[in-house]
């Protein structure tokens, strides 16, 4: 099992930026896949970035790319979303998840964190 916590949402402005964290606890860090998602008040829920530890390289969804950055700190562990140039249609719930590395399916979600960018 895998346990994530996320934190850091709040209200920004258009061009503001903020950084979500997500603590994850159950099972050794780099057995799993992490990325974030958001899903916005009646729209799909959507992918934003991930990061694949076999590569140890991050990508991203083509709305956030250049703005958006993931990255990881093995030693808490906690990955975190960077949110640069913030515009108000990244207004969403953010949810941390992971995969066992491997799978296709997303098992493991937090109760995510909610990001409100004003115009």
């Known amino acids: 099992q895998v346990h994530l916590v996320e934190s850091g949402g709040g209200l920004v402005q258009a061009g503001g930026s903020l950084r979500l964290s997500c603590a994850a606890s159950?099972?050794?860090?780099?057995?799993?896949?992490m990325g974030w998602f958001r899903q916005a008040p009646g729209k799909e829920r959507e992918f934003v970035a991930g990061?694949?530890?076999?590569?140890?390289?991050?990508y991203y969804g083509d709305s956030v790319k250049g703005r958006f950055t993931i990255s990881t700190d093995n030693a808490k562990p906690t990955v975190y979303l960077q949110m640069n140039s913030l515009k108000p249609e990244d207004t969403a719930h953010y949810y941390c998840?992971?995969?066992?590395?491997?799978?296709?399916?997303?098992?493991?979600w937090g109760q995510g964190t909610q990001v409100t960018v004003s115009s």
């Open positions: 998840a992971a995969r066992d590395q491997g799978v296709g399916v997303w098992t493991y």
């Open positions: 159950g099972r050794t860090f780099s057995t799993y896949n």
């Open positions: 990061f694949i530890w076999r590569t140890a390289r991050p």
